[in-house]
């Protein structure tokens, strides 16, 4: 006896529902910056090409299929940091995480990463046997790094060492491919060193130091390359922007599938789909003027 095709695809969708499991997601943390907290778009997370409003479930399903993943960060902002160890173990809950990269870790630090996991639990002065640099704030990457080293997975420098970038300040290298190389990426990146130099950089040194931004993106594509997949890699958000950053030197690696790029960014802030395929809008830090103080020497 034939059913009707109708009955068919019914009882197939059902059975496909009756498949599926729910995973249960760790809490997501509350917010600690004390600005834009009555911000409309506090938490929202959207999608750029089609502008929907995802749930962080619908988030994680969506990274979870891919073999690498870009999150780009404020380096300051502490709800990106409980963010990143949130999806860190959010993602875990539907695949195993192969793979860590962190902007913040640098080759010569690589051998301590590792001596530091072989052992049955963590020392207490973790920053002391890593050598942590202190430009980075321990009180905020630490719970990122302190639950990395707990997994099974490894934890990757992604950085350039402290002599490679006194090599490519000296003598910048002639950077490969045709995506990184573009007009278009390099005048966006130029302002980009200007206003992190509060203007005060001399314009002849400017090439220079666009080498040396362009040779850390080459460095983080080649190393999330190399990484056992699912890879992760954090990184502040000029880093993984898909217009300029280590998108660019992937394509230009031969790699044809993008990975998605996930922004963490303050309310308020403007983030195109150019630059990412996904916004996540956290609470602020405080408006600051960074440069004051370098202004006052000149």
């Given at each position: 006896?034939?059913?009707p ?39 929202q ?32 902002n ?22 860590l ?8 630090q ?12 963590l ?7 890593l ?13 990122i ?13 992604a ?10 300040y000296?003598?910048p290298?002639v ?10 990426v390099?005048?966006?990146l ?6 992190s ?6 314009e002849t ?5 666009l ?34 950053g280590v998108?660019q030197?992937l394509a230009d ?7 998605p ?21 956290t609470?602020?830090l405080?408006?600051?003027?960074y440069c ?7």
């Open positions: 006896m034939f059913r095709l109708c009955c068919v695809v019914l009882v197939l969708i059902m059975g496909l529902q009756g498949c599926q499991t729910h995973v249960a997601l760790p809490p997501l943390p509350v917010w600690q910056s004390p600005e834009g907290l009555e911000h409309a778009e506090l938490g997370i959207r999608e750029l090409s089609s502008g929907r409003v995802l749930s962080p479930e619908q988030l994680v399903v969506r990274l979870a299929r891919a073999p690498r993943v870009l999150v780009g960060e404020q380096h300051d502490p709800d990106h940091h409980a963010l990143q160890v949130w999806l860190l173990r959010a993602l875990g809950q539907y695949r195993p995480q192969g793979s990269l962190l902007e913040m870790l640098q080759p010569a690589q051998a301590r990463v590792e001596a530091v996991r072989q052992q049955a639990q020392p207490a002065n973790v920053p002391d046997e050598r942590w640099q202190k430009g980075w704030d321990w009180a905020l990457y630490g719970p790094v302190e639950e990395a080293l707990k997994q099974p997975y490894p934890l990757l420098a950085n350039l060492d402290d002599d490679e970038v006194q090599r490519i000296r003598q290298p950077l490969s491919g045709r995506h990184s190389t573009a007009a278009a390099r005048q966006v130029a302002e980009q060193v200007r206003d130099h509060c203007g005060l950089l001399p040194q400017l090439p220079a130091m080498a040396v931004q362009q040779q850390r993106d080459r460095r983080m594509a080649e190393r999330l390359l190399a990484a056992p997949t699912p890879s992760l890699l954090f990184a502040g958000g000029y880093h993984v922007r898909k217009d300029i998108p030197h690696l031969d790699v044809h599938e993008a990975p790029v996930l922004m963490l960014a303050q309310v308020g802030e403007v983030i195109e789909s150019g630059m990412a395929d996904y916004v996540w809008y609470a602020a405080p408006a600051q003027d004051a103080s370098l202004r006052k020497g000149h």
